[in-house]
């Protein structure tokens, strides 16, 4: 089993003991998240580190961060199997310009490392798509993929998407699922966070796994192989 985007470093040790057995890309989103995570990489080998500058992190990386979180990533590169979670997001923060940047300058080291992206797009997709076509980036995730109107253009960049256990209760997200090339499907947690009175965490994957095969007539394996696809960059 397999957890395409979680923020593995606010679970406790109890919980890390309790998802041995699932395979989990674990997403930071600061430096300080990503010391922690790797941290953790050492001590349980299921966890495969990202390493990224959230989207509501801006104001946090001026140019001197930004330096510094490229020299970590070139000091450390042995540890860390891809960019994220990073992108752009319209809905909960402003200074998209200061966005952009940030998120160019992660875009560029992932081409030059040759590392998948992890990214989030909340009412930004079309903006996102923009600047990872403008640096002919190859493998990328849209994590929590909620918008139909995007879903050509996906599978025609042969793009993975990932889906949780909101399948339950949002509709546009469901629908996205249900157009998308099977080759494409990854499933997450987002975990551990509260929505809208459903836990996300990797606990739950399997159930998440149960609600994408009824929607979508896709079984584990499929999946599994699309996340070897998704991570096989290097
Ligand atoms: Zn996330």
Same mark, same amino acid.
């Given at each position: ?55 509501? =992190?801006?104001? !946090? ?5 930004? @330096? /510094?979180?490229? %020299?970590? +990533?070139?000091? #450390?590169?042995?540890? *860390? ?82 889906? =949780?256990?909101? !399948? ?5 997200? @469901? /629908?996205?699922? %249900?157009? +998308?090339?099977? #080759?494409?499907?990854? *499933? ?47």
């Amino acid at each position: 089993m397999f957890d395409a985007h979680a923020h593995v470093y606010e679970y406790s040790l109890e919980e890390l003991e309790k998802i041995k057995d699932i395979k989990v890309i674990c997403v930071t989103e600061d430096l300080e998240s990503l010391k922690k995570s790797l941290e953790l990489a050492e001590r349980f080998d299921n966890l495969i580190v990202f390493a990224g500058i959230h989207p509501w =992190n801006y104001k !946090l990386a001026n140019e001197k961060y930004l @330096k /510094k979180f490229e %020299e970590f +990533i070139d000091k #450390n590169i042995d540890k *860390i199997f891809g960019i994220g979670e990073v992108g752009l997001d319209r809905i909960f923060v402003k200074e998209i310009e200061k966005q952009k940047k940030i998120f160019e300058f992660q875009v560029k080291i992932a081409k030059e490392y040759n590392l998948p992206l992890n990214v989030h797009s909340a009412g930004a997709l079309k903006d996102v798509l923009k600047i990872l076509q403008k640096f002919k980036i190859e493998k990328v995730n849209i994590h929590w993929f909620s918008n139909p109107n995007f879903v050509k253009q996906i599978n025609e960049l042969n793009y993975f998407a990932s889906f =949780n256990q909101t !399948l339950e209760i949002k509709e546009n997200h @469901k /629908k996205c699922l %249900e157009l +998308i090339n099977e #080759n494409l499907v990854l *499933i997450e947690s987002d975990g551990p966070y509260n929505y809208k009175n459903i836990y996300l965490h990797t606990l739950n994957i399997k159930n998440t796994c149960e609600i994408v095969k009824k929607l979508k007539e896709i079984d584990e394996n499929k999946i599994a192989n699309n996340f070897k696809e998704y991570l096989k960059s290097r």
